[in-house]
């Protein structure tokens, strides 16, 4: 099992940047892909960034490409989400996930789709203002 622990939400205003943690704990040697979708009120959970193990290679909603960084270090067992340039239409729930990395790269419906990750954190709240 791996418990996912995300922090950093809040409120800024349009323009603004915040810096989303994700901390990992428990079975954290399986090499886990990690990704970060997002859910507003009345919406289904959307897709935002992914990163595989090494960090090597990312991946991005297009809405947000160009605005948002996704990064992990493996040795504090965190991944990160760099957000500038935030948007009102940017105000979700952000939450966190990791599946392992055959899953990551075979799933059906592709790595980009919630069902793809195995483990997720309870969300951070981030509100943009315009």
């Known amino acids: 099992q791996v418990q996912l622990v995300e922090s950093g939400g809040g409120l800024v205003q349009a323009g603004g940047s915040l810096r989303l943690s994700c901390a990992a704990s428990?079975?954290?040697?399986?090499?886990?892909?990690m990704g970060w979708f997002r859910q507003a009120p009345g919406k289904e959970r959307e897709f935002v960034a992914a990163i595989r193990w090494s960090g090597a290679i990312t991946y991005y909603a297009d809405s947000v490409k160009g605005r948002f960084t996704i990064s992990r270090d493996n040795g504090r067992n965190t991944v990160y989400l760099q957000t500038n340039s935030l948007k009102p239409e940017d105000t979700a729930v952000y939450y966190c996930a990791a599946t392992d990395p055959v899953k990551f790269l075979t799933y059906s419906y592709g790595s980009r789709s919630v069902g793809a990750y195995d483990y997720w954190g309870q969300g951070t709240q981030v509100t943009i203002s315009s």
């Open positions: 428990g079975r954290t040697e399986g090499n886990y892909a």
